[in-house]
Each structure stands twice: as structure tokens, then as C-alpha cells.
């Protein structure tokens, strides 16, 4: 059966398509790269805010038409909507044969199999207490970062939020299977993993923690960075700070969402810490790491938000100045705590103001930050051509910023030098710096295929 699966959301969506592709294969599944020519089409789908929900409903639509016309004859849902598509289900029927949550994907030939064998629908919405799928290795495009997923789920409840409905119970993958997985992915010729979970500070395994884990995945040998998306301010480990400061290849780069500036509505959000404790966690962030980069996401217009309250948000804004930040207008999901107690009361003018406000306060603060790093010069692994100037490159450095610079004799995957020259909002400029590895050297332990 050829079959397309067409990825929304986040980091951990796309790991799980690797996840869905491999179970596929593994069961005679052709996995096409285009939708031409499939016959299955599942669609791995994203909660988070209603816009989300409504490109799955318009993508639907479209494949309505293509199922009329024949071509394509199983279309599935997967994913974060799952959930909320129980009750919607009547609706979709026609279009919808295959709704599979994201602790099903083990049962998707099965499910897949009876739709195209009987024209049976199948859904299955269970979730699991221990699915972590650590038993499948998924197969990855050639790149130079893999992620790598260490736990599922979320049990901190904020109360905006969709995801420990959708993903369910938090559970984590033994340290020993992240850590075969490292190798294998550095043994095929990626040069850095990102460990991804919903709230990587509430890794545990026996007696595990995250710092240790992240100690166990940094001592892979031929691995040269390990980057981790998200923790949470509310218990993050100083200890880890301490890890990433003497540990070589642990990036100075931390994601930490703030989401609110006020107490009250971080209280009415539960985050569990207010405005002057993320500030001391950044005092520490900074005293221990020099150097390091920081980022965020922010919710703009939540239940009950004043003008008082954003102007808090404003506040830690301005003193953090966060390298970056990812700035949301409030989204009510259903089913969530703020959906039965605290009502979405913020009109949606003041949400776009106050987005709009906000996202020119950063731009300016990261365009600043960005201007401070001229003169400096970086370790930097390329990753692509420019996007604007193909015989450029672009690459990162371990503070995760883009650097574009000119060395044809390099290749993707190589780790030079660059000073920087120029800064704009998003992007530095440099110049190749003295003390680079020669070409040759750059590249003796990794994969041909990167090099063609
Ligand atoms: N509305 C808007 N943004 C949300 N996020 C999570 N839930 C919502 C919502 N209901 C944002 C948070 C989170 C990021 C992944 O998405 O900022 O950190
Ligand atoms: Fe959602 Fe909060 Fe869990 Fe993040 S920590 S996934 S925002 S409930």
C-alpha cells in the first residue's frame, strides 16, 4: 500500500511520523514522499491552538474531493486531535477511516488493514500508562540533528493547556535504550540529538534524573552536541546547570517557558512559580552558564490577563531579554481546566495588540542581543545552504543561533570557525575565522552520504 503521511505541530509529532513510518515499513507500507499516487494518506495532527484544528479540518475537505475521486481510498487521523475528534466523529465519518491517538501507532497496520480489507472504520483512542515505543528505531532523513524522544506525556496540568488530555500520562524511556539509540544515530553520521519531552525536568527512570541522563547521552563517543527542548521553570535542576557548564558537548542553550508576567494569571495558569522566581532561575541560568542563550514562549491574552498583567509580561520581557522568544495569542481548547473555570474573557483586538506589542519588543531585544555578538567568534556546524544566497552556508552555534557564512571547501556536518561581521533579528553574518580544522579533518568520522 503506498502511503503519505503529511506532519503538523511540533518536534515530537514529527519523531513520532519517524515512529509511524517505521511501524508501516516494517509492515510492507511503501512510505511515498509526495501525495501523488498514494492510496493512505494519514494526517498527524496538532491540538495546541483551535488554528491547528482548523488546517486539519480544511485539509480534510480537500482529501473529501481526492477520495471521491478515487485515487485515494484510506484516509486516517492521527495524533494530538484524536482526542477531540471523538465527538466530532459523525461529522467526518465519510472522509475519516482511520483515527489512531498517539499511543496507538502500533495498531496501525491492523487498523489500516481492515479499512482497505472490509471498509471497516477503526479508531482507537486509548492511552497508555507505558507506551514509550523505545522498542522501535525510527529511521531518520540524513541530516545533522536527530531528535530524540525521552518521555511522553505531561502531568503538570497548566491549566491552558491541551496536551496531558491529548498525550496523556507521563512516562519515561529506560536510559539505556536513549542511549543505544544515540549510538545508533551517531554510528549513521548525525553529529547532534535534541532530547525532546513535554517536560524533560520530570525525567526519571529507577534513579535516574535528567542530569544524568544528559551526563549518559554527552559521553556517546563521536557525538559533538546535545541540545533538549522544553523544561520547566518550576523545578529546574540547578545541577544540570553545573552538567552543561563542564560538559563540552552539552549546548549552552536553554527554552524556557514563561508563558505570563503576572502572578496572578501565572497562578491562574498553574505554573506553579511567579515573576521573581524565573527571575532568580535566570540569575542562576546566567551566572553559571556565561554565554548561554535563552528563549521562550509566551501566551498573550489569557483568561482574566489586564492591561496590568501584560505589563508584567512587558516587564520580565524587557529585563530578561530573551534571545527569542515564540509569542502566542491565548487559545481556548476544550476540555482544559481554563475552558471549565476560567472563561476565555479577553477579546481577541487586545489579544492581537498585545501579541503584536510584544512580538516588536523581542524583535528589537533580539536584534540587539544579536549585535553584541559581532567581533566574537563561534564554533559553528553547517547545516544547509542559505536559503537567500545558496553558496553560502547556514549553520549553528551552540548558543542554537543561525550563522551564515562563506567556505565552499566545507561540507554539512563540518564544525568551523566564524567571527561575526553583521547581525540582523534572526540571523548572524561572519566570515571563516582563523583556527578552523582543515576540510579533511573536519569530516574523518561521519557518514559518506552527508558528502555527496
Ligand atoms: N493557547 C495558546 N498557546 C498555547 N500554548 C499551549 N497551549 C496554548 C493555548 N491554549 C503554547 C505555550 C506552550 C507552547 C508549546 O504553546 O506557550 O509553551
Ligand atoms: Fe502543556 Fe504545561 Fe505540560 Fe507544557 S508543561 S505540555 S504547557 S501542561
Redesign the pocket.
Known amino acids: 500500500m503506498k502511503t503519505y503521511i503529511e506532519t503538523y505541530g511540533c518536534q515530537m509529532n514529527e519523531y513520532d511520523s519517524e515512529i509511524i513510518r517505521t511501524v508501516l515499513r516494517d509492515n510492507k507500507y511503501e512510505i511515498l514522499d509526495q501525495i501523488d499516487g498514494a492510496e493512505v494518506v494519514l494526517l498527524n495532527t496538532c491540538a495546541i491552538r483551535e488554528n491547528a484544528h482548523q488546517k486539519i479540518f480544511h485539509r480534510l475537505n480537500h482529501l473529501r474531493a481526492l477520495k471521491k475521486k478515487g485515487s485515494v481510498k484510506v484516509i486516517g487521523v492521527l495524533g494530538c486531535m484524536a482526542q477531540s475528534l471523538r465527538k466530532d466523529l459523525a461529522e467526518f465519518s465519510p472522509v475519516v477511516d482511520v483515527v489512531a491517538g498517539p499511543d496507538s501507532y502500533k495498531r496501525l497496520p491492523s487498523l489500516l488493514n481492515s479499512a482497505r480489507e472490509t471498509g471497516s472504520k477503526g479508531f482507537d483512542f486509548s492511552l497508555s500508562e507505558w507506551e514509550t515505543y523505545s522498542d522501535i528505531s525510527p529511521k531518520r532523513e540524513v541530516g545533522t540533528n536527530a531528535w530524540i524522544a525521552i518521555m511522553r506525556g ?1 502531568d ?3 491549566t491552558f ?1 491541551v ?2 488530555y491529548t498525550r496523556g500520562r507521563e512516562r519515561s524511556r529506560s536510559p539505556e535504550s536513549i542511549v543505544s539509540e544515540t549510538e545508533r544515530v551517531v554510528s549513521e553520521g548525525f553529529r547532534q540529538v535534541t532530547l525532546l519531552g ?2 524533560v525536568n520530570s525525567y526519571k527512570y529507577e534513579d535516574y534524573d535528567f542530569a544524568d541522563l544528559m551526563k549518559m547521552v554527552g559521553d556517546v563517543p563521536g557525538l559533538r552536541r546535545v541540545r533538549f527542548t ?1 523544561p ?1 521553570p518550576k523545578d529546574f535542576p540547578r545541577k544540570l546547570l553545573h552538567l552543561i557548564a563542564d560538559h563540552p558537548k552539552l549546548c549552552k542553550q536553554i527554552h524556557m ?1 514563561l508563558q505570563a508576567g503576572s502572578d496572578t494569571v501565572l497562578e491562574r495558569m498553574n505554573r506553579t512559580y511567579t515573576k521573581q522566581e524565573f527571575y532568580d532561575l535566570v540569575d542562576d541560568i546566567r551566572d553559571i552558564l556565561p554565554g548561554v542563550s535563552l528563549t521562550t514562549d509566551i501566551i498573550c491574552g489569557f483568561s482574566g490577563e489586564s492591561d496590568k498583567d501584560f505589563e508584567d509580561t512587558v516587564e520580565v520581557v524587557e529585563r530578561v531579554r530573551f534571545d527569542s522568544a515564540f509569542i502566542f495569542k491565548y487559545s481556548e481548547r476544550k476540555n482544559t481546566i481554563a475552558s471549565r473555570k476560567h472563561p476565555d474573557d479577553v477579546p481577541e483586538e487586545k489579544k492581537t495588540e498585545r501579541t503584536v506589542r510584544l512580538n516588536d519588543i523581542q524583535r528589537r531585544i533580539s536584534l540587539e542581543r544579536n549585535e553584541e555578538e559581532i567581533g566574537k567568534t563561534f564554533e559553528v556546524m553547517i547545516e544547509q545552504p542559505s536559503k537567500k544566497n545558496p553558496d553560502e552556508w547556514m549553520g549553528r552555534n551552540d548558543q542554537n543561533k543561525g550563522v551564515v557564512f562563506h567556505a565552499p571547501q566545507y561540507k554539512i556536518g563540518d564544525i568551523v570557525r566564524v567571527k561575526i561581521t553583521k547581525a540582523g533579528t534572526n540571523t548572524l553574518i561572519g566570515d571563516l575565522a582563523e583556527g578552523s580544522a582543515s576540510p579533511e579533518l573536519c569530516r574523518v568520522s561521519y557518514n559518506d552520504q552527508l558528502f555527496q
Open positions: 505531561c503538570n496540568f497548566c493547556c496536551v496531558p513535554q517536560n522544553s520547566h517557558p
